[in-house]
């Protein structure tokens, strides 16, 4: 690490606006994602949908639908009957339903025909015997043992998916000796990714005993692992290939069952097979997040330093794992950054659902309990009469520290990001001033910045490999596995590259996600991209600078220590006229060998505690935010519009300025959604809305200006410092605007989304109960 | 989608400024057509249900969803879409400014914004930014936000880079 005195180094394309270097693609039309694909002589299939929420299956009668002209295959379960799951502890789904269905939309079959048409009419021509089962769609009743448990694995009878229990400290003591305390119980719809693709997926089973499969994913080295483990097939006969993807946000990074049919469709005819979903089958795919209540208790002294947290979160799985057991840990051990929390106790369940699986989605985990923490804060503030930063400020967590739970903390930026945000957005002048209907407010947040556990591996391996080739056309060929869904690490890891050999952007090639030829990186989730494959890249990009500098070495007779690289060339550094272009050392280089090879690994260093669980949350880095939202209330109807949000955000460096701008200013519109309207509607296990019309996200009109403050310090174990900005930017823009709310109308809303009727209905329980809208309440 | 019954129907179209004619059937939707006939798949399908935007094309220059257009009701106008609107080589003012206003992310819905803002700006070379953020009110991002799009059509208007 440097020393804190020394100046930041600065690059030449790091931390500038570097625009995306397929944008010329997508802004033509160009880009090739998954359904722009089509092989010679390829099948659609469709799926048959479960209409029941919970049923067992007596019979299903495919013959009449298999005898269909232009019918090629009917699938039912008990072909591919191995169970397979993104979590390898909880394997608890199968690619069509066996013996039983489980929601809405559960998958009983699949047809593999000529055309969309005969594959549809084919699906109505399936019959489908069933005894209904009782359904479960909300958690609360699984608590306990059921009649027809949802899954056999659910603990004891219930639906519980998962239960945490963890305690540290000595909460009843500290709660016993606070100045003052606060409880806030949340309710959260649930919400979902809303992405413009459809999920899409291509398989081609060749003579040669290999299985290609285009995929929409943001995994694909899960997909390739499910593919393999439910077909049967090893992994080197299967070739996952990665299009473009359009947005993912954590709902294409599960291996979906439809990715597993439509392979084995292709097993099955040896034709290729698509599948293409409708927004109705994206929406009952869903694997966002979670429905969930959540009760928190917060026991601070008298000068607001926070003594305890006593959580407890009860979270609607829906018909599977997914992510859950990741998300039931979460919930908890998520609540407590960016502040220091000497005493925690955390009670989560996950329970089973006969609904749409939920899973991760942005944020995943840190977003609803964030709010209930951030609002409990805001309280306790004020009922203390402690400026909401203030109380924030004295409870930070100090870089270089360990949290009760074990979490290393390295880098925080978290006060540097309360000064921007109170600062720049006037705050003290604001804070309590504002006319009724006005208010400002603050929430803040963390995030992992990359899980520090691979899920899969055992022995560990990198968790990102990235290689490098560059050949006598100048060109630097890049390989990895990483999934640029468009948050833009396609161009950070040209850029990285290009940086450190000093090249120009465009001799950067960044080839296709292929299996084949990609060295592993286990995908885009966890906001890990920028943090692992930004380390494997720099590491690759020097083992190439260093054999362009050894040759240049031999061209100038320097030694290599006295070579440095600048804008396409090699010189001395102390005689920087003595100069080797980059084409003359690159083909100096090659002499021997021919085409350079270089590569490049990222393996997260060990930390965490040795109890259960400790590895959930324990991630190389951590993101802060600090956000300041200003809202306009239209008193009369309960409408309001965020007007603006000040973004003050700890990425650590700045490696690309614009694509975290944009991941700040997307995830401030996801959040918003989240707070002011998104909502799965459910009537019992039925999904209501599952379309785009009826499932509303914010429109341009309602989004807030943005002002971005990127205010972190290198991280000292980031590529270049720098860390996430991908999923932190969410959490803080729910709070932020919650707690404004506050500040303008005296309410503090604690049931999500909160939509202008309960805005109403929260001043007019407020003015009956005889309280002003500002003053301690 | 969801065809086959009735009777076939003759098309003809000038896409792109090339006259086209093909057997349909009468329920063929113009994105269908588009992208599974004419192989332009720079027109996307994000929904099928006119809620996304992402399939917008013009017919006779006006912003239309392909996908809730029969193409048998367009036969004899002119259509153009996202690979009509892109110069032979290079890049529109508007594309370019996406680009390089970080407009785009995962661009799924980028062409679609591109049909309807390119009429935006030929149609009200000047438009304020509540006239921008109408005229895009129909097409959906999941990624930007719309704050670098709104910026980037406001660009291109402005001619600034």
Sequence with gaps: MAAPDAPAPTYRLIGTRIPYIEGPLKVTGRAEYTDDIKRSGQLIARLLRSPWPHARLRSINVEKARA?????????????????????????????????????????????????????????????????????????????????????????????????????????????????????????????????????????ATPDGRLTVWSATQVPHYLHRALSEVLGIPMHRIRVIK??????????????????????????????????????????????????????????????????????????????????????????????????????????????????????????????????????????????????????????????????????????????????????SGWDQKYRKLPYGKGVGLGCGFYISGSNSPIHFTPKMPQCTVHLKADMDGGIAVHCMQADIGQGSNTLLAAIVAEVVGVDLDRVHIMRVDSDV??????????????????????????????????????????????????????????????????????????????????????????????????????????????????????????????????????????????VEGQIEGSIHMGLGQMMGEAMSYRGARLMNPSLLDYKIPMPQQMPEVECLLVGDDDPEGPFGGKEAGEGPLIATLPAVGNALHDAVGVRYHDLPVTPDKVLRGIEVREQSGRAWKGVG | MGEGMGESTPVRLRVNGVTTALVCPPERILLDLLREDLNLTGTKRGCDLGTCGCCTVWVDGKPVLSCLTLARLVSGRDITTIEGVTPASGLSDLQRAFVDHGATQCGFCTPGFVMTATALLRDHPHPTKPEIERAIAGNLCRCTGYIKIVEAVAATAEGRP
């Excluded at chain 1, 000595?170 to 919400?191: E, L, N, P």
């Excluded at chain 1, 021919?594 to 993101?623: I, V």
Aim: charged fraction near 20%; aromatic fraction near 8%; glycine fraction near 8%.
């Design chain 1, 68 to 204: 269909m002209p232009g019918v090629a295959a009917v699938l039912t379960g008990e072909k591919y009957p191995t169970p397979f799951g993104v979590l390898p502890i909880t394997h608890d789904e199968t690619a069509i339903a066996v013996g039983k269905v489980r929601y809405i939309g559960d998958i009983l079959a699949a047809v593999a025909a000529s055309d969309e048409a005969t594959a549809d009419r084919a699906l109505e021509a399936i019959e489908v015997d069933i005894e209904p089962l009782p359904d479960y769609p909300e958690p609360q009743g699984g608590t306990i043992a059921v009649a027809e448990p949802i899954h056999a694995r659910g603990l004891n009878g219930t639906n519980i998916q998962k239960e945490v229990v963890q305690h540290f400290g000595d909460v009843d003591a500290a709660f016993a000796k606070a100045h003052a305390t606060v409880r806030v119980r949340g309710t959260f719809a649930g919400v979902t990714h809303a992405f413009t693709e459809p999920m899409a997926t291509i398989a081609e």
């Design chain 1, 518 to 659: 990609s060295p592993v990186d286990i995908g885009s989730y966890s906001s890990r991209v920028t943090f692992m494959m930004g380390n494997a890249a720099r590491q690759a990009a020097e083992s190439l600078r260093d054999q362009l500098i050894r040759a240049a070495s031999r061209l100038t007779g320097y030694p290599p220590a006295q070579l440095e690289v600048a804008h396409e060339k090699i010189r001395v550094r102390h005689r920087p006229d003595i100069a080797v272009d980059y084409l003359a050392a690159l083909h100096a280089a090659m002499e021997r060998t021919g085409a350079l090879l270089a590569t490049g690994a990222y393996n997260s260093p060990p930390m965490g505690g040795d109890f259960k669980g400790a590895r959930a949350g324990t991630a190389p880095a951590y993101s802060f935010a600090a956000y300041v939202a200003q809202v306009d209330v239209d008193v009369e109807t309960g409408v309001y519009r965020v007007e603006k949000v000040w973004a003050a955000f700890d990425c650590g460096r700045v490696l690309n300025r614009l694509a």
């Design chain 1, 243 to 424: 299009p473009e993807v359009g947005g993912g946000f954590g709902g294409k990074s599960d291996p979906l069952p439809h990715e597993i049919i439509c392979a084995a469709l292709s097993l099955e005819t040896g034709r290729p097979v698509k599948i293409l979903f409708d927004r109705e089958d994206v929406f009952v795919t869903n694997h966002g997040r979670h429905p969930t209540k959540n009760d928190v208790r917060i026991a601070v002294d008298a000068d607001g330093r926070i003594l305890a947290y006593d959580i407890e979160a009860l979270i609607d799985g829906g018909a599977w794992s997914s992510f859950g057991t990741v998300t039931t840990y979460y919930n908890g051990v998520l609540s407590m950054g960016p502040y220091r929390v000497p005493n925690f106790r955390y009670h989560g369940r996950r329970v089973y659902t006969t609904k749409p699986p939920s899973g991760a989605m942005r944020a995943h985990g840190g977003t609803n309990i964030r709010y209930s923490v951030e609002l409990a804060l805001d309280d306790l503030a004020e009922r203390l009469g402690i400026d909401p930063f203030d109380l924030r400020e004295r409870n930070a967590l100090p870089p270089h520290s360990t949290t009760v739970n074990q979490f290393r903390i390295t880098s925080t930026s978290f006060v540097k990001c309360l000064h921007a945000a109170r600062e720049r």
